[in-house]
């Protein structure tokens, strides 16, 4: 029963999607509503068994795997990158004045901690959404791209520093240039090294049913995973880079051919299967069982949007006035690396349960909002110039 309602709620959202087509939903809003709507304090036709996690969790490294690999690097460099890294050190600076302020009232036990996980953006949840809307290919989808991904690889690397449980922190630089050495190798060595009947086979089992380049990004996706996991790292984190590594070792038409297989197999099946999780999954008791922990929800909602969202005002002289509060909006949307720097924090005590559950919370919430908010703040701009 749980895989059929799956399947149907694949099936289902796209359709419903469709049938406004002037007030189109963010699908992942869709996905994560279902979900709730399914699991276990709605109709409770689902309960999160582990088939599902397993599945859940191959949705939520595909889909920093192919984040990274929608990352054109080139096309970011220069100011959209220089802007993106700027805003993000502005945001970790509000995000600690903030979560220092919630220690000193004895609401936080890490600070930074929670600093890190105000200064994220779900650029992977938003990559579908900006894609559907037409807007990575324009200005305003450049910088919000490079915004986008500093909001992951800025907590990215504090996580990789400061956040992973179980190391020593001594150890933990010397094996995130470990982990960033065979990353950069790997790829030195797949440009330097190209056999041209390695190039010939895998060109011609593009299309076949070998599916040879496929095969190559899961082997990388799993190995560069299972390597972070092994340092002590978060998989997302390897997940993340493998995508990068392929993106930059690709090129020209084969990489838009292996984009939409890529594409299939992570929006067509395991990513949705994350996001409907994601809502199954969603602890409504825990929410509720303490009052100060339902207030919290919004407030955290407001940090994310203040710690992301006033650090745009450096966009001023590059973008329109008009696309800046769609810009905040965007850069607020969190979600997946709240999940992953949680579990990080209530798993080593580094964060109490009834915070994590908030900003779980919020981060939902922010994935409901903001993006279609967001959208429609673009379509009016669009719709006045």
């Not at 895989?3 to 699908?27: F, G």
Request: glycine share 10%; proline share 5%; with cysteine.
């Amino acid at each position: 029963m749980a895989k059929l309602t799956i399947a149907l709620i694949l099936v289902l959202a796209p359709l419903i999607v469709e049938l406004n087509p002037r007030w189109r939903l963010p699908m992942i809003v869709l996905e994560i509503g279902l979900g709730m709507l399914v699991g276990p304090y709605g109709l409770n036709l689902l309960q999160g068994g582990v088939v599902e996690q397993y599945f859940s969790d191959l949705g939520l490294a595909l889909l920093f795997f192919i984040t990274g690999f929608e990352i054109n690097v080139s096309r970011l460099r220069g100011r959209p990158l220089g802007l993106a890294f700027k805003s993000w050190l502005l945001s970790l600076a509000i995000a600690l004045i903030a979560a220092l302020s919630l220690s000193g009232l004895g609401l936080v036990r890490d600070s930074l901690l929670l600093a890190t996980a105000l200064t994220t953006t779900a650029i992977g949840t938003l990559m579908p959404v900006l894609r559907d809307a037409g807007e990575l290919e324009t200005r305003f989808g450049s910088f919000m791209l490079a915004a986008g991904a500093m909001g992951e690889l800025g907590p990215l690397l504090m996580m990789m520093l400061v956040l992973t449980g179980g190391q020593n922190h001594l150890l933990q630089p010397l094996l995130l240039l470990a982990f960033i050495s065979i990353v950069a190798g790997s790829i030195y060595l797949s440009l330097r090294y190209q056999p041209p009947r390695l190039i010939a086979v895998l060109s011609r089992t593009l299309n076949t049913t070998a599916q040879l380049p496929v095969r190559l990004c899961v082997l990388t996706l799993v190995g560069l995973t299972t390597l972070a996991q092994v340092l002590g790292f978060d998989t997302i984190i390897g997940a993340f880079a493998a995508g990068m590594a392929i993106a930059l070792v690709i090129k020209g038409d084969q990489a838009e051919v292996l984009r939409q297989k890529l594409d299939g197999l992570g929006f067509g099946v395991f990513i949705p299967i994350f996001f409907v999780t994601t809502g199954v999954n969603f602890d409504f008791s825990a929410l509720t069982a303490h009052p100060l922990t339902l207030l919290k929800l919004p407030v955290f909602l407001l940090l994310f949007l203040l710690v992301r969202g006033l650090p745009v005002l450096l966009y001023r002289r590059d973008l329109p006035q008009q696309d800046l509060p769609s810009l905040a909006l965007f850069s607020a949307t969190a979600l997946p690396l709240v999940v992953a720097i949680t579990n990080i924090g209530v798993s080593t005590g580094r964060m109490l349960p009834e915070n994590a559950t908030a900003l779980v919370g919020a981060g939902m919430l922010s994935v409901f909002l903001f993006p279609l908010l967001g959208l429609s703040l673009r379509h009016k701009a669009s719709a006045g110039q």
